[in-house]
């Protein structure tokens, strides 16, 4: 274990739990990740692996088969298996993220048939809220969902899927005109819908597409995808907690962790980095002694730990505000924000210190360095985090009139 980025104050439990992640990231994720995100290929050895150690089910609740660990357990996994490859730490945030919002939301029902799947890995989890057109404006949303005798006919294209084709379950969010009267405000006439489709890739049931894998600049190997709604029936029971109107709720709620989570990837992230651009410093000669002997190389390496060090304390900070059951909105905004673009600026530094070997596919900080930029846009750009930071700020420090 590193010096940097130990978390105090930890269980036993949770202590061992992160050693064996760390145990299973070095010997069955680096040193396959580089390869399979070459080839864009979905890690499949690999979830099955996550499965096994039940990291599936790691926030579900004991009473469904999960391990009923809290989100500061989940977050501090999620940075180990960054580390390794941020793509596998993207499978089970989606996962995760479906499973918080019905334990959190769902109905009696919805809760016990689909968390205990959900737990063994047998459902995969995969939410849905942007659009073609809709960036970070949510309100702006166009997908409809109207009552037709006792469910509901969806229709609209959602983007940027992750798991769209490996999920068996979608939470999506559509715009429910039902009992609302006009000129209700966009954000109280949503609600989230749980879709239930078979993996792949085209019709994967009556109305609903996935027409394919989009391809990127980095974050490989995990599937992105668009999805297509075209009169797709649900049934009424598969409305999130049950009532229309409250599903913009059930998205912030799911969100804000995975704000938590996105942040760890980042702390994750750039750990690897620093440990790629440390190593390389103290093997690579110039000027008759190894790079890590020149001050300029020790300065970046300084800067590098220290960035390190601190997005890892404000994510652990975000995620045990959210356990305590307080509002943890600003703290995961500043964590999901800083975390992020320090990942880019060690990641880049690493980068630097490699020289003309960083720009070598032989060399793992290629990978990083097309990672790094996924974070800066995903669950919300650092724009939209600094909106949502100043906004709170604003509150918290209110002038007295």
Known sequence: MSRLAQTHGLTDIQQEILATVRGFVDKEILPVATELEHRDEYPSEIVEGLKELGLFGLMIPEEYGGLG????????????????????????????????????????????????????GEVRGAFSMSEPGLGSDVSAITSKG??????????????????????????????????HPEGTAPHKSMTTFLVEKEPGFGEVRPGLTIPGKIDKMGYKGVDTTELIMDDLRIPADRVLGGATGRGFYHMMDGVEVGRVNVAARGCGVAQRAFELGVSYAQQRSTFGKPIAKHQAIQFKLAEMATKVEAAHAMMVNAARKKDSGERNDLEAGMAKYLASEYCKEVVEDAFRIHGGYGFSKEYEIERLYREAPMLLIGEGTAEIQKMIIGRRLLEEYRAES
Request: aromatic share 10%; glycine share 10%.
């Open 69 to 120: 660990e809290s989100l500061l357990t989940y977050a501090l996994c999620v940075e180990e298996i960054a580390r390794g490859w941020m793509s596998v730490s993207g499978i089970i945030n989606t996962h995760f993220i479906v499973a918080y919002m019905l334990k959190q939301h769902g109905t009696r029902e919805q809760k016990d048939y689909f968390l205990p799947k959900m737990a063994a």
């Open 146 to 179: 109207v009552r037709d005798g006792d469910g509901y006919v969806l229709n609209g294209q959602k983007m940027w899927l992750t798991n769209g084709g490996t999920s068996t379950l979608v939470a999506v969010l559509c715009r429910t005109d039902e009992g």
